[in-house]
Protein backbone atom coordinates (compact mmCIF):
# COMPACT_ATOMS: atom_id res chain seq x y z
CA UNK A 1 0.00 0.00 0.00
CA UNK A 2 1.11 3.09 -0.73
CA UNK A 3 1.18 6.35 1.60
CA UNK A 4 1.27 9.90 1.32
CA UNK A 5 2.82 11.60 4.49
CA UNK A 6 1.87 15.49 4.54
CA UNK A 7 3.99 17.34 7.33
CA UNK A 8 6.30 20.40 7.29
CA UNK A 9 8.10 19.71 10.22
CA UNK A 10 11.22 17.72 9.75
CA UNK A 11 11.29 15.72 13.08
CA UNK A 12 7.96 14.23 12.44
CA UNK A 13 8.58 13.86 8.81
CA UNK A 14 11.37 11.43 10.26
CA UNK A 15 9.42 9.63 12.39
CA UNK A 16 6.39 9.38 10.47
CA UNK A 17 8.43 7.67 7.32
CA UNK A 18 10.43 5.19 9.44
CA UNK A 19 7.58 3.96 11.77
CA UNK A 20 4.95 3.46 8.91
CA UNK A 21 7.70 2.37 6.43
CA UNK A 22 7.09 -1.39 7.91
CA UNK A 23 3.88 -0.89 6.13
CA UNK A 24 3.90 1.00 3.51
CA UNK A 25 5.60 2.53 0.30
CA UNK A 26 6.18 6.13 1.80
CA UNK A 27 6.73 9.22 0.29
CA UNK A 28 6.71 12.34 2.23
CA UNK A 29 5.99 16.32 1.13
CA UNK A 30 6.35 19.41 3.29
CA UNK A 31 3.61 21.83 1.28
CA UNK A 32 1.20 22.22 -1.27
CA UNK A 33 3.79 22.39 -3.76
CA UNK A 34 5.04 18.97 -2.86
CA UNK A 35 1.68 17.69 -2.57
CA UNK A 36 0.14 18.88 -5.87
CA UNK A 37 3.82 16.72 -7.04
CA UNK A 38 3.65 13.79 -5.10
CA UNK A 39 0.27 13.46 -6.24
CA UNK A 40 0.64 13.33 -9.95
CA UNK A 41 2.69 10.92 -10.11
CA UNK A 42 1.60 8.32 -7.56
CA UNK A 43 -1.65 6.91 -6.79
CA UNK A 44 -1.97 6.70 -2.75
CA UNK A 45 -4.02 4.35 -0.75
CA UNK A 46 -3.87 6.95 2.21
CA UNK A 47 -2.47 10.21 3.18
CA UNK A 48 -1.78 11.74 6.47
CA UNK A 49 -2.26 15.02 6.60
CA UNK A 50 -1.08 17.59 8.69
CA UNK A 51 -3.57 20.35 9.01
CA UNK A 52 -1.10 22.93 9.79
CA UNK A 53 1.04 23.63 6.72
CA UNK A 54 3.46 26.66 5.52
CA UNK A 55 2.59 28.06 2.49
CA UNK A 56 -0.57 29.42 0.46
CA UNK A 57 -2.67 26.07 1.41
CA UNK A 58 -3.03 24.16 4.92
CA UNK A 59 -4.33 20.58 5.31
CA UNK A 60 -7.88 21.89 5.79
CA UNK A 61 -7.74 22.93 1.94
CA UNK A 62 -5.56 20.24 0.27
CA UNK A 63 -7.80 17.60 2.17
CA UNK A 64 -11.14 19.74 0.20
CA UNK A 65 -9.36 19.30 -2.93
CA UNK A 66 -8.60 15.31 -2.31
CA UNK A 67 -12.26 14.78 -1.50
CA UNK A 68 -13.47 17.44 -4.54
CA UNK A 69 -11.49 15.22 -6.81
CA UNK A 70 -13.35 11.97 -8.50
CA UNK A 71 -9.90 10.20 -8.84
CA UNK A 72 -9.06 10.71 -5.29
CA UNK A 73 -11.32 11.31 -2.99
CA UNK A 74 -11.86 7.80 -2.09
CA UNK A 75 -8.26 8.13 -0.92
CA UNK A 76 -8.45 7.79 3.15
CA UNK A 77 -7.28 10.73 4.95
CA UNK A 78 -5.80 10.79 8.79
CA UNK A 79 -5.74 13.93 9.92
CA UNK A 80 -2.54 15.73 12.28
CA UNK A 81 -2.95 18.45 14.26
CA UNK A 82 -1.24 19.91 17.27
CA UNK A 83 -4.41 21.86 17.68
CA UNK A 84 -6.93 20.14 20.63
CA UNK A 85 -10.05 22.44 20.17
CA UNK A 86 -13.25 20.99 19.40
CA UNK A 87 -13.52 23.23 16.59
CA UNK A 88 -10.34 22.15 15.01
CA UNK A 89 -12.00 18.33 15.00
CA UNK A 90 -15.09 19.96 13.25
CA UNK A 91 -13.09 21.79 10.58
CA UNK A 92 -11.10 18.66 9.96
CA UNK A 93 -13.88 16.55 9.31
CA UNK A 94 -15.77 18.86 7.54
CA UNK A 95 -12.74 19.26 5.36
CA UNK A 96 -13.15 15.37 4.34
CA UNK A 97 -10.96 13.91 6.61
CA UNK A 98 -11.64 10.33 8.02
CA UNK A 99 -10.09 10.74 11.29
CA UNK A 100 -9.00 13.46 13.47
CA UNK A 101 -5.51 12.87 15.65
CA UNK A 102 -4.28 15.30 17.87
CA UNK A 103 -0.29 15.84 18.44
CA UNK A 104 1.80 14.05 20.03
CA UNK A 105 -0.15 10.79 19.44
CA UNK A 106 1.03 7.89 21.03
CA UNK A 107 2.40 4.92 18.51
CA UNK A 108 -0.69 2.44 19.37
CA UNK A 109 -3.17 5.07 19.02
CA UNK A 110 -1.80 6.32 15.82
CA UNK A 111 -1.23 2.56 13.91
CA UNK A 112 -4.42 1.38 15.48
CA UNK A 113 -6.38 4.12 13.84
CA UNK A 114 -4.99 3.53 10.11
CA UNK A 115 -5.11 0.07 11.07
CA UNK A 116 -8.85 0.21 11.63
CA UNK A 117 -9.41 2.72 8.70
CA UNK A 118 -8.04 0.28 6.23
CA UNK A 119 -9.66 -2.76 7.21
CA UNK A 120 -13.33 -0.59 7.13
CA UNK A 121 -12.93 1.07 4.02
CA UNK A 122 -10.31 -1.62 1.98
CA UNK A 123 -11.28 -4.69 3.81
CA UNK A 124 -7.63 -5.45 4.68
CA UNK A 125 -5.80 -6.29 7.33
CA UNK A 126 -2.19 -4.82 7.38
CA UNK A 127 -1.50 -6.74 11.19
CA UNK A 128 0.58 -5.19 14.14
CA UNK A 129 2.74 -2.01 13.32
CA UNK A 130 5.92 -4.01 15.40
CA UNK A 131 6.39 -6.99 12.61
CA UNK A 132 6.98 -6.05 8.77
Known amino acids: MKMLIVEDDLENQSFLRVFFKRK ?3 EVCDSAETFYDRMS ?3 FDIIIMDISL ?3 KDGLQLTREVRADENTKDIIIVGLSAHAFQRDRENAI ?3 VDVFLTKPIPNDTLFTAVRNLIKDK ?3 DIGDWRKK
Open 41 to 43: KKN
Open 94 to 96: RAG
Open 122 to 124: RGV
Open 24 to 26: FDV
Open 54 to 56: RGD
